[in-house]
Protein backbone atom coordinates (compact mmCIF):
# COMPACT_ATOMS: atom_id res chain seq x y z
CA UNK A 1 0.00 0.00 0.00
CA UNK A 2 1.14 3.45 -0.95
CA UNK A 3 1.83 5.91 1.86
CA UNK A 4 3.93 7.73 4.30
CA UNK A 5 6.02 6.48 6.96
CA UNK A 6 7.15 8.28 9.77
CA UNK A 7 9.52 7.38 12.78
CA UNK A 8 9.61 7.39 15.09
CA UNK A 9 6.28 7.55 16.66
CA UNK A 10 7.45 8.56 19.89
CA UNK A 11 10.60 10.36 20.82
CA UNK A 12 12.28 11.55 24.08
CA UNK A 13 14.90 13.97 23.65
CA UNK A 14 17.56 15.99 26.57
CA UNK A 15 17.85 19.67 26.36
CA UNK A 16 21.08 20.77 24.16
CA UNK A 17 20.51 17.14 22.09
CA UNK A 18 19.97 16.94 18.26
CA UNK A 19 16.98 14.77 17.07
CA UNK A 20 16.12 13.24 13.39
CA UNK A 21 12.61 12.92 12.40
CA UNK A 22 12.01 10.09 9.92
CA UNK A 23 9.75 10.61 6.45
CA UNK A 24 9.52 8.09 3.83
CA UNK A 25 7.09 8.15 0.95
CA UNK A 26 6.08 5.50 -1.51
CA UNK A 27 3.53 7.47 -3.66
CA UNK A 28 5.53 9.53 -6.21
CA UNK A 29 5.04 12.20 -4.67
CA UNK A 30 7.38 15.08 -6.19
CA UNK A 31 6.71 17.52 -2.85
CA UNK A 32 6.75 16.95 0.56
CA UNK A 33 6.46 18.86 3.97
CA UNK A 34 6.99 18.73 7.13
CA UNK A 35 4.57 20.57 9.79
CA UNK A 36 5.03 21.45 13.34
CA UNK A 37 1.25 20.90 15.78
CA UNK A 38 1.25 22.43 19.40
CA UNK A 39 -1.98 21.55 21.68
CA UNK A 40 -5.51 23.32 20.72
CA UNK A 41 -3.80 24.91 17.51
CA UNK A 42 -3.63 24.49 13.81
CA UNK A 43 -0.67 23.06 11.64
CA UNK A 44 2.10 25.72 10.77
CA UNK A 45 5.29 24.83 8.27
CA UNK A 46 8.79 24.27 8.83
CA UNK A 47 9.92 23.18 5.63
CA UNK A 48 8.68 22.25 2.18
CA UNK A 49 10.67 20.87 -0.38
CA UNK A 50 9.05 21.10 -4.27
CA UNK A 51 11.60 19.28 -5.88
CA UNK A 52 15.23 16.58 -4.76
CA UNK A 53 17.59 18.85 -3.80
CA UNK A 54 15.98 21.59 -3.11
CA UNK A 55 13.71 22.78 -0.22
CA UNK A 56 12.33 26.56 0.99
CA UNK A 57 11.68 27.87 5.08
CA UNK A 58 8.52 28.11 6.39
CA UNK A 59 6.56 29.88 8.56
CA UNK A 60 8.85 28.52 11.74
CA UNK A 61 12.24 27.11 10.31
CA UNK A 62 14.37 28.41 12.76
CA UNK A 63 15.88 25.54 14.81
CA UNK A 64 15.38 23.06 12.12
CA UNK A 65 16.61 21.68 9.22
CA UNK A 66 15.65 19.30 6.68
CA UNK A 67 17.56 17.20 3.42
CA UNK A 68 16.08 15.73 0.27
CA UNK A 69 18.39 14.04 -1.32
CA UNK A 70 16.35 11.17 -2.42
CA UNK A 71 12.76 11.96 -3.88
CA UNK A 72 11.09 9.21 -1.22
CA UNK A 73 12.69 10.83 2.01
CA UNK A 74 12.42 13.92 3.74
CA UNK A 75 13.87 13.75 7.47
CA UNK A 76 14.13 16.81 9.90
CA UNK A 77 16.59 17.54 12.31
CA UNK A 78 15.40 19.40 15.17
CA UNK A 79 18.69 21.11 16.79
CA UNK A 80 19.10 22.01 20.06
CA UNK A 81 18.62 25.85 18.48
CA UNK A 82 15.21 25.33 18.69
CA UNK A 83 14.18 26.17 22.55
CA UNK A 84 10.66 24.92 22.20
CA UNK A 85 10.68 21.76 20.61
CA UNK A 86 8.14 19.34 22.56
CA UNK A 87 5.29 18.97 19.64
CA UNK A 88 3.56 17.07 17.37
CA UNK A 89 5.69 16.94 13.73
CA UNK A 90 3.58 15.81 10.77
CA UNK A 91 5.14 14.62 7.81
CA UNK A 92 3.35 15.50 4.06
CA UNK A 93 3.20 14.96 0.76
CA UNK A 94 1.18 16.55 -2.08
CA UNK A 95 -0.48 15.38 -5.58
CA UNK A 96 -0.93 18.42 -7.65
CA UNK A 97 -4.46 18.23 -9.09
CA UNK A 98 -5.55 18.95 -12.47
CA UNK A 99 -7.18 22.23 -10.72
CA UNK A 100 -3.75 23.00 -9.95
CA UNK A 101 -4.03 22.53 -5.80
CA UNK A 102 -1.85 20.75 -3.81
CA UNK A 103 -3.83 18.04 -1.84
CA UNK A 104 -2.12 16.58 0.88
CA UNK A 105 -1.38 13.21 2.17
CA UNK A 106 0.25 12.75 5.96
CA UNK A 107 2.18 10.54 7.78
CA UNK A 108 0.97 9.34 11.36
CA UNK A 109 2.97 12.01 12.71
CA UNK A 110 6.13 12.33 15.71
CA UNK A 111 5.89 13.42 19.06
CA UNK A 112 8.54 14.67 20.67
CA UNK A 113 9.04 15.68 24.54
CA UNK A 114 12.03 17.69 25.84
CA UNK A 115 12.36 16.20 29.03
CA UNK B 1 -5.91 39.36 11.94
CA UNK B 2 -5.06 35.81 11.45
CA UNK B 3 -5.01 34.40 8.11
CA UNK B 4 -7.37 31.42 8.52
CA UNK B 5 -10.17 32.03 11.26
CA UNK B 6 -11.83 28.73 12.91
CA UNK B 7 -14.11 29.29 15.88
CA UNK B 8 -12.32 26.79 18.36
CA UNK B 9 -15.65 25.55 20.23
CA UNK B 10 -16.25 23.01 21.35
CA UNK B 11 -18.82 22.73 19.38
CA UNK B 12 -21.69 20.18 20.80
CA UNK B 13 -24.20 18.75 18.48
CA UNK B 14 -26.85 15.73 19.34
CA UNK B 15 -26.63 12.48 17.04
CA UNK B 16 -28.53 12.66 14.46
CA UNK B 17 -28.44 16.79 13.94
CA UNK B 18 -26.32 19.27 11.15
CA UNK B 19 -23.13 20.38 12.67
CA UNK B 20 -22.26 23.60 10.96
CA UNK B 21 -18.48 24.72 10.57
CA UNK B 22 -17.37 27.70 9.39
CA UNK B 23 -13.84 29.71 8.31
CA UNK B 24 -13.06 32.58 7.21
CA UNK B 25 -9.77 33.95 5.81
CA UNK B 26 -8.37 37.01 4.77
CA UNK B 27 -6.33 36.69 1.23
CA UNK B 28 -9.07 37.64 -1.35
CA UNK B 29 -6.61 35.69 -3.77
CA UNK B 30 -7.34 32.80 -2.25
CA UNK B 31 -7.88 29.57 -4.68
CA UNK B 32 -8.49 26.40 -3.20
CA UNK B 33 -9.96 25.60 -0.03
CA UNK B 34 -9.99 21.95 1.77
CA UNK B 35 -11.53 20.71 5.21
CA UNK B 36 -9.81 18.16 7.44
CA UNK B 37 -10.80 16.17 10.13
CA UNK B 38 -8.48 15.11 12.89
CA UNK B 39 -9.00 12.55 15.22
CA UNK B 40 -7.37 13.02 18.57
CA UNK B 41 -3.42 11.75 18.22
CA UNK B 42 -3.89 11.08 14.76
CA UNK B 43 -2.92 13.02 11.50
CA UNK B 44 -5.16 14.70 9.47
CA UNK B 45 -7.44 13.23 7.02
CA UNK B 46 -8.71 15.21 3.25
CA UNK B 47 -12.82 14.79 3.88
CA UNK B 48 -13.84 17.98 1.43
CA UNK B 49 -12.12 19.84 -0.75
CA UNK B 50 -13.47 23.24 -2.93
CA UNK B 51 -12.57 25.52 -5.64
CA UNK B 52 -15.40 27.72 -7.15
CA UNK B 53 -17.68 29.35 -5.35
CA UNK B 54 -21.27 27.64 -4.40
CA UNK B 55 -22.04 23.73 -2.96
CA UNK B 56 -20.15 20.74 -2.93
CA UNK B 57 -21.49 17.63 -1.34
CA UNK B 58 -20.04 14.38 -0.98
CA UNK B 59 -22.30 12.11 1.13
CA UNK B 60 -23.26 13.55 4.52
CA UNK B 61 -21.07 16.31 3.97
CA UNK B 62 -21.27 19.45 2.22
CA UNK B 63 -18.59 22.03 1.58
CA UNK B 64 -20.11 25.74 0.66
CA UNK B 65 -17.49 28.11 -0.47
CA UNK B 66 -18.32 32.42 -0.70
CA UNK B 67 -15.10 34.10 -2.43
CA UNK B 68 -16.86 37.66 -2.21
CA UNK B 69 -17.45 37.11 1.84
CA UNK B 70 -14.04 35.28 2.12
CA UNK B 71 -16.02 32.03 3.67
CA UNK B 72 -15.62 29.14 3.75
CA UNK B 73 -18.17 26.24 6.09
CA UNK B 74 -18.48 22.56 6.34
CA UNK B 75 -22.16 21.22 6.69
CA UNK B 76 -22.37 17.38 8.28
CA UNK B 77 -25.69 15.92 8.46
CA UNK B 78 -27.19 13.50 10.15
CA UNK B 79 -24.08 13.95 12.56
CA UNK B 80 -22.74 10.55 13.96
CA UNK B 81 -20.62 10.21 17.01
CA UNK B 82 -17.86 8.83 14.78
CA UNK B 83 -17.80 12.29 13.77
CA UNK B 84 -16.60 13.86 17.17
CA UNK B 85 -12.83 15.14 15.87
CA UNK B 86 -11.49 18.46 15.22
CA UNK B 87 -11.84 20.21 11.84
CA UNK B 88 -9.21 22.09 10.45
CA UNK B 89 -10.10 24.71 7.43
CA UNK B 90 -7.04 24.94 4.73
CA UNK B 91 -6.60 26.94 1.70
CA UNK B 92 -4.10 27.72 -0.59
CA UNK B 93 -3.74 31.33 -2.16
CA UNK B 94 -1.87 33.14 -4.83
CA UNK B 95 1.29 31.28 -6.06
CA UNK B 96 1.98 29.72 -2.98
CA UNK B 97 1.81 25.96 -3.27
CA UNK B 98 1.77 24.90 0.60
CA UNK B 99 -1.29 25.34 2.86
CA UNK B 100 -2.45 27.56 5.43
CA UNK B 101 -4.02 25.96 7.86
CA UNK B 102 -6.94 27.60 10.50
CA UNK B 103 -6.59 26.42 13.84
CA UNK B 104 -9.69 24.19 13.99
CA UNK B 105 -13.22 23.37 15.80
CA UNK B 106 -13.82 20.87 17.78
CA UNK B 107 -16.91 19.06 17.19
CA UNK B 108 -18.77 17.05 19.74
CA UNK B 109 -21.64 14.69 18.46
CA UNK B 110 -23.78 13.54 21.76
CA UNK B 111 -25.38 10.32 21.65
Known amino acids: DGGITQSPKYLFRKEGQNVTLSCEQNLNHDAMYWYRQDPGQGLRLIYY???????QKGDIAEGYSVSREKKESFPLTVTSAQKNPTAFYLC??????????????FGAGSRLTVL | QKEVEQNSGPLSVPEGAIASLNCTYSDRGSQSFFWYRQYSGKSPELIMS????GDKEDGRFTAQLNKASQYVSLLIRDSQPSDSATYLC???????????FGSGTQLTVLP
Open chain 1, 92 to 105: ASSLRTASGANVLT
Open chain 2, 50 to 53: IYSN
Open chain 1, 49 to 55: SQIVNDF
Open chain 2, 90 to 100: ALTSGSARQLT
